[in-house]
């Protein structure tokens, strides 16, 4: 006998795939690469993107002060954010992946390099303490997040 309560898992697309359902849409334009980074390979994301203009306006502004904030590397515009998305947990939780994105994306880009990749492996492990204290105690969330944040940009 199956169960039907079985997990079942759902697999990030490739980004020719996304791009398909932007094409359906006859969405071809810089938000739409923007909807694509954003998305990040999850197609319930873009649909919604596409769908709702309250959403997609929302999700871009976070986005682009993300954006702004790591590449950057501006501290003081982290904490602002923070600050600002502190109260929201789908917020601080869309944050949290855009800052480890990032750190991925710093440790690939250092790979060669021991000193510098060790330098954000630790980032990537004091960052995620500091969402597993947001996720699993009383923590202050701004507290967690601004920590997240100085994890992120400055070093260590």
Known sequence: IV????????????????????????????????????????????????????????????????????????????????????????SRARLAEYCFRYLRKELIRYSRDPAKSDEYIRRLIYAGRCMSMLNTSNVNPRLAMDAMLMAALLPT
């Open 3 to 90: 169960s039907r309560a079985q997990a079942m898992r759902f697999m990030i697309l490739p980004e020719k795939e996304m791009e398909g359902i932007l094409q359906k849409e006859k969405r071809a334009d810089d938000i739409a690469q923007s909807y694509l980074r954003i998305a990040s390979g999850r197609p319930g994301i873009l649909i919604a993107l596409i769908g709702n203009r309250d959403y997609a306006k929302q999700e871009l502004s976070l986005f682009e002060k993300a954006l702004r904030v790591f590449r950057d590397k501006d501290a003081l515009a982290g904490v602002a954010l923070s600050a600002t998305l502190a109260d929201n947990a789908s």
